[in-house]
């Protein structure tokens, strides 16, 4: 079992930078791959970005490609996402998740989820 606390959203300008943390409770943290959803009113929730369990390699939408960085820190049982030249699109609620073993391609892979946190673009 895996609970989930994401943090560190708000509102930012065009251009900003965000960075978010999800923190894990529970046992086992490095053994579960870790990824990032959002959903913005109106719309299914997405894929943003994904990270392995051992040898962290990383996994991202194409639409976040080059401006969105994940990281873990097993140590800290904690997963980041690192938003850059954010644009309003960007829009959305945030949401972690968690899977025993591989990464998933999309939400239904997913075991655990955090409670979301908002983040806003002003253009």
């Known amino acids: 079992q895996v609970q989930l606390v994401e943090s560190g959203g708000g509102l930012v300008q065009a251009g900003g930078s965000l960075r978010l943390s999800c923190a894990a409770s529970?046992?086992?943290?490095?053994?579960?791959?870790m990824g990032w959803f959002r959903q913005a009113p109106g719309k299914e929730r997405e894929f943003v970005a994904a990270?392995?369990?051992?040898?962290?390699?990383?996994y991202y939408a194409d639409s976040v490609k080059g401006r969105f960085t994940i990281s873990r820190d097993n140590a800290k049982n904690t997963v980041y996402l690192q938003m850059n030249s954010l644009k309003p699109e960007d829009t959305a609620v945030y949401y972690c998740?968690?899977?025993?073993?591989?990464?998933?391609?999309?939400?239904?892979?997913?075991?655990?989820w955090g409670q979301g946190t908002q983040v806003t673009v002003s253009s």
């Open positions: 529970g046992r086992s943290f490095s053994a579960y791959a």
């Open positions: 998740a968690a899977v025993w073993g591989m990464v998933r391609s999309g939400p239904a892979g997913y075991d655990y």
């Open positions: 990270i392995s369990r051992s040898d962290g390699a990383t």
